[in-house]
């Protein structure tokens, strides 16, 4: 995943010789059905299981049953489904984040979620620390972490990839193959929380999403009418939860704290998401 270049690195006025370790990144074409669905700039591994992520974020298939087959060579995954007209039925839509340039969520279609998943800020804050402990990560500083872990802090599953998108994807196709129920699952990003990540998690019926870093208001928008909940900035012993509170075991606020939040959800959302 990564190669050894040459470089010179400068300290003040000083120059030298030297090397750093400089993540791979590999164009992906996928072709569905014979016609060409995207090409993606990925980190050429787990290639499987990002292409499966993809397929059902994108409702292309709703499961791995619908797969007849799928073939990956050198920089091209083709896939057959046993409906040969999937890709012409998808509709896919552009969205900010990594590579994106559009944001559009059309609030009234987005997929419900439906889980009794309650987590405690314990194990939201262990999980970030397990995630963020990627030896990959400390030794080019140029990935993305996506870890899914069980309601009680069990790892699961740690992905690394360039875009956060495709790691999520990965984590995603890892869980269909091995027939993991999502909606007692929730997953931390070592990246931004955009509405790509909060719809993928949607479709996917996650119903927690946790990142050391920020979220942005269209996100929070669409995960308090979806039931998602987002909690950011998870750092040392502070964190920020942006929506549907419930989810979060031990939140106790006094009246007045409670009058302060729901002034301040300037959202269309149900205060019973607190």
Request: charged share 25%; proline share 2%; aromatic share 6%.
């Amino acid at each position: 995943m990564y190669k050894d270049l040459e470089i010179i690195r400068v300290e003040d006025d000083s120059f030298a010789a030297g090397n750093h370790s400089v993540i791979e990144e590999t164009p992906l074409s996928v072709i569905v059905n014979g016609r060409h669905a995207l090409t993606a700039m990925i980190s050429p591994v787990m290639i499987k299981e990002f292409v499966i992520g993809f397929l059902f974020t994108e409702k292309i298939i709703k499961g791995t049953d619908e797969i007849e087959s799928i073939r990956i060579e050198d920089n091209r995954a083709s896939i057959l489904t046993k409906n040969p007209f999937a890709i012409l039925t998808s509709h896919k839509t552009v969205l900010s984040g990594c590579g994106g340039s559009t944001s559009f969520l059309d609030a009234g279609h987005l997929p419900k979620i439906e889980s009794d998943l309650v987590i405690s800020p314990e194990v939201i804050r262990h999980a970030v620390k397990e995630t963020l402990e990627s030896d990959l990560h400390k030794l080019t500083g140029g990935i993305h972490i996506i870890g899914l872990f069980d309601g009680e802090g069990k790892s699961l599953k740690i992905c690394d990839d360039i875009g956060r998108h495709n790691a999520l994807d990965k984590v995603i196709g890892y869980g269909l193959l091995n027939n993991i129920d999502f909606s007692k699952t929730f997953v931390v990003s070592s990246g931004r929380i955009s509405t790509e990540m909060v719809r993928k998690c949607l479709v996917a019926n996650i119903p927690v999403i946790v990142s050391r870093g920020a979220t942005t208001t269209a996100a929070v928008e669409a995960a308090n009418i979806a039931g998602l909940t987002i909690v950011g900035f998870v750092r040392s012993r502070k964190m920020n939860i942006y929506s549907v509170f419930r989810r979060i075991k031990g939140i106790s606020l006094n009246d007045e704290n409670k009058k302060k939040i729901r002034k301040s959800l300037i959202l269309k959302c149900e205060w019973n998401n607190f």
